[in-house]
């Protein structure tokens, strides 16, 4: 057994028993090991253990990690040396010597995907840049373990590393953080949108902060999402993911973004406990739904309000929506617990005479020229006017706490030979 043993009077008995994996240090309860001392940060460094030694790196600490009294960015810890964050003092005890493991130069290898059955589907190449390790072995071991999984993930730990990997392979989608040694996020963000215009590009981040969400935006992001805390949050960005990877940009094809777009995207609205406003329209009926700390609080639809107003909402088969930033609702007229809601739809929509078969829609997404204005439907009365957004990468439609950029549009699904529907399009 190796473990990290704190030698400060004050905190006699703090251990951590280390293994073969990154585990990140610090101050918030999200970190492997956590020390609560003022001087530590939220996220101080990572370990890994290597044999008889402990490979240490920084995470931008504000008061700096040290070996021996020497400030680090990222070394080596032998038996019997002091490791010090901020002023918490370890000492590194092997009493179980392992045969020596070298410590990875760089980030986590790629996952290979299998081949699907007739080799048709098509693979795309993932790229995720975090300085954290532990982040990206967690999520090279998470979605590369998934069986549903179309992807070839890459990994960067650094600015430099990102862009090195971009230079030599051809990439489909960029996820970033925001903080990154060197270069901070949002400027690798810019600059990879500058040499590479046509790659997706995806913030996920744990800071959530309203200035940081709109120069991501600006920067060419087409998502802002925050870092989730549980299996079902990171199920969800996965499936996000997976549906922008599968978005094209052509003047004469509009692809699914999601099959149960509405549903999905109040889902993670919910989960993520954001506060948005979600406008929705088709030629009949337009209507919002407020969700305020992830619930659904109001809804109206023409003169119908609260849970009957919902549920017409959720029941349309064509349509747009746009998510647009929270304001407070005019009332609140719902008060039942959104999964609860949600499960009710499909009972819903039988009471409203909408089958499944009749309720075939795909959520689509279609960039434009940022200086149009969105096409409007010609209708007797006009629904509320929805702003064009200005959109720098094409899609800038959901985060995770707000998704304050949307611009989508429900038409029917093709039908049984593949042929799209009748009448002009989109």
């Avoid at 901020?86 to 790629?110: D, N, S």
């Avoid at 790229?127 to 954290?132: A, G």
């Avoid at 889902?267 to 406008?279: A, H, I, K, R």
């Avoid at 819903?348 to 005479?353: C, F, G, L, Y």
């Amino acid at each position: 057994m190796s473990r990290l043993v704190a030698i400060n009077p004050g905190l006699a008995g703090l251990s951590f028993e280390l293994g073969t994996r990154w585990v990140t240090i610090g101050r918030s309860d999200k970190n492997a090991f956590q020390i609560v001392e003022t001087s530590v940060s939220s996220q101080h460094c990572e370990v890994r253990l290597c044999g008889n030694e402990l490979v240490v790196r920084d995470l931008r600490s504000t008061n700096g990690t040290f070996i021996e009294g020497r400030t680090i960015t990222e070394a080596v810890l032998q038996p019997g040396q002091t490791l010090r964050l901020g002023e918490v003092e370890f000492r590194l005890e092997i009493t179980a010597p392992g045969p020596p493991t070298p410590a990875p130069a760089t980030a986590p290898a790629p996952v290979k995907n299998p081949e699907t059955a007739g080799g048709t589907q098509k693979k795309y190449r993932v790229l995720f840049v975090d300085d954290s390790m532990a982040f990206l072995e967690m999520i090279t071991e998470l979605f590369g373990a998934r069986t549903d999984i179309t992807w070839d993930i890459l990994t960067a730990t650094s600015p430099d590393k990102a862009l090195a990997i971009l230079q030599q392979k051809l990439i489909d989608l960029v996820v970033l953080d925001i903080s990154m040694p060197l270069l901070d996020g949002i400027q690798l963000l810019g600059l990879i949108h500058q040499r590479y215009p046509n790659i997706k590009k995806v913030v996920l981040t744990g800071e959530s902060d309203d200035r940081h969400r709109a120069a991501c935006l600006a920067n060419g992001a087409e998502l802002f999402l925050l870092k989730p805390g549980d299996e079902d949050g990171w199920r969800l960005i996965f499936n996000l993911l997976t549906s922008l990877l599968r978005w094209e940009d052509s003047d004469d094809f509009v692809s699914t973004l999601s099959d149960n777009g509405l549903y999905n995207i109040i889902q993670l609205e919910c989960v993520g406990g954001s506060s948005s406003l979600l406008e929705v329209r088709n030629q009949q009926t337009a209507g919002e739904i407020y969700i305020e700390g992830g619930a659904i609080v109001h809804a109206s639809a023409g003169k119908l309000v609260g849970e009957k107003a919902f549920h017409q909402l959720l029941a349309l088969t064509d349509g747009e929506f746009r998510l647009v930033p929270f304001r407070a609702p005019p009332a609140h007229t719902v008060q039942r617990q959104w999964d609860l809601l949600l499960a009710e739809i499909p009972r819903a929509r039988d009471e409203e005479n909408y089958s499944a078969d009749d309720d075939g829609t795909i959520l689509i997404t279609k960039k434009r020229p940022p200086a149009q204005p969105a096409s409007v439907p010609e209708v007797k009365e006009p629904p509320p006017k929805l702003e064009a957004v200005p959109s720098t990468s094409g899609m800038n439609i959901i985060t995770l706490e707000e998704m304050v950029k949307a611009d989508t549009t429900l038409i029917s699904k093709p039908d049984s030979e593949g042929h799209p529907p009748a009448g002009p399009k989109p």
